[in-house]
């Protein structure tokens, strides 16, 4: 655990899509230093580092918007509710994952 009192949203969906992406953009790189199919090889690679992403979110890896509980800021925490979908989360939306709406407690007079 961090000795810091926030959460810096380190997940497994994240670094991973991160170090595809990377890797994608040195491609790109090679691409535009000479190697032309470098380019279009790349730029498949870095489309791939999005899907990979979106799934490992999808599967529990990654985090839905805004702050998590403490028990969850470890990279290596599955969050079970994704299933669900996370509220306000893109990834979710474009899934068909739409968490069911809260219900307002009525109050009897």
């Excluded at 068909?96 to 709406?101: I, N, Q």
């Amino acid at each position: 655990m961090s000795a810091h009192g926030y959460d810096e949203g380190h997940t497994v969906a994240g670094w991973s899509g991160t170090a595809v992406a990377a890797a994608g953009a040195g491609v790109i790189g090679l691409g535009v230093c000479g190697w032309t199919p470098g380019i279009w090889i790349g730029a498949a690679v870095m489309a791939a580092a999005a899907v990979l992403t979106w799934v490992l979110h999808l599967a529990g890896w990654g985090k839905g918007p805004g702050p998590r509980p403490r028990a969850h800021w470890p990279m290596g925490v599955r969050d079970h509710t994704a299933r669900e979908g996370h509220a306000e989360c893109l990834g979710c939306r474009m899934a068909g994952r739409r968490p069911a709406p809260a219900v307002a407690a009525v109050r009897s007079r």
